[in-house]
């Protein structure tokens, strides 16, 4: 991992990232934080009743027209971000010494592997040794992961796209249900379909695998669903989503521009009994009211 030729996503910029000419994600090799905060809108089986540490990073090596995190991963406009490794890990040592949370959840870490690395390391210097979970796009490099495979208990990858003109249309990623195939292929390699759960019923290694339903994209998600079912196995921890509504860009593509109808979900959800899919979570359709951060605001000690 060299952060003077970048190829830690599949982009393969080849940046240095301690110059001024950085690679499309447009980070240097500093943190880039954009928040640190206790999350309890997770799966259940991830942080329990009291939630996750999450940290958000800045930017991303996507872009995503409909993301809801999109004042971090894609405008930057928030005036808070954190660029320093010690403010970084005492916030996190505070939330896990003051909220007796054990797990620390890593968001959009793709393009920030490096400095992922390095605030594990020097949490694990201080004594802490938290569950750590991986969540990304799923938009992910193989030998990166190989490289953090000592680092990583819970692998949380996005599956986006079945469809690989969606990928390009909507998140500009060329290759993306390939790219991200292989990527999940690796996770899987290292943590199997069984994930290990501790006695508070909190999951401390394994592997779950996240799909959004897109509204007038029924097709991309059962594509998508096959994909995971026969490139990797129906016995994996499948959490299809329904919490999809119109932000950013979305709001100007008429395909985008409305929240998922109960048809489109119940079709999809259908196809994973189908498929075989038995272990996971299937969230409400009502669920869009209840993700939405604004990063602009102070979002205190929890959001949910």
């Known amino acids: 991992m060299d952060i003077h030729n970048c190829n830690m996503c599949p982009r393969k910029c080849g940046a240095d990232r301690t110059s001024s000419k950085l690679g499309f994600c447009g980070i240097d090799g500093k943190p880039h934080i954009s928040e640190i905060c206790v999350h309890k809108g997770e799966e259940p089986v991830l942080g329990g009743e009291k939630g996750v540490c999450n940290v958000f990073f800045s930017s991303c090596n996507l872009k995503c027209v409909f993301c809801q995190n999109y004042m971090i991963s894609q405008q930057k406009t928030t005036n808070k971000e954190i660029t320093s490794y010690q403010k970084a890990v005492d916030k996190i040592a505070n939330i896990l010494c003051n909220e007796g949370i054990n797990t620390v959840g890593f968001v959009s870490p793709s393009h920030q592997i490096f400095q992922m690395k390095t605030i594990i390391d020097l949490l694990k210097k201080r004594g802490f040794?938290?569950?750590?979970?991986?969540?990304?796009?799923?938009?992910?490099?193989?030998?990166?992961?190989?490289?953090?495979?000592?680092?990583?208990?819970v692998y949380l990858p996005d599956f986006k796209y079945g469809i690989e003109k969606k990928g390009v249309e909507f998140s500009s990623a060329p290759n993306y249900p390939q790219t991200a195939?292989?990527?999940?292929?690796?996770?899987?390699?290292?943590?199997?379909?069984?994930?290990?759960?501790?006695?508070?019923?909190?999951?401390?290694?394994?592997?779950?695998?996240?799909?959004?339903?897109?509204?007038?994209?029924?097709?991309?998600?059962?594509?998508?669903?096959?994909?995971?079912?026969?490139?990797?196995?129906?016995?994996?921890?499948?959490?299809?989503m329904a919490q999809y509504y119109p932000e950013y860009k979305a709001l100007e593509i008429n395909e985008l521009n409305r929240k998922l109808t109960k048809d489109e979900y119940d079709k999809v959800c259908d196809k994973a009994f189908e498929l075989g899919f038995s272990k996971g979570w299937f969230q409400q359709l009502e669920s869009n009211e209840n993700y939405r951060p604004d990063f602009s605001k102070d979002l205190g000690k929890v959001f949910e």
Not at 194 to 207: F, P, V, Y
Not at 221 to 238: C, M, Q, R, T, V
């Open 129 to 153: 040794n938290p569950t750590i979970i991986y969540n990304s796009n799923g938009y992910d490099d193989v030998e990166t992961l190989k490289e953090i495979a000592d680092y990583v208990d």
């Open 181 to 240: 195939i292989k990527a999940i292929k690796e996770m899987y390699f290292q943590k199997g379909s069984r994930l290990e759960i501790n006695d508070s019923g909190q999951a401390e290694n394994g592997l779950i695998i996240r799909h959004l339903v897109l509204p007038n994209n029924v097709e991309n998600s059962i594509k998508a669903l096959e994909d995971l079912a026969f490139e990797i196995s129906p016995n994996i921890h499948l959490s299809l």
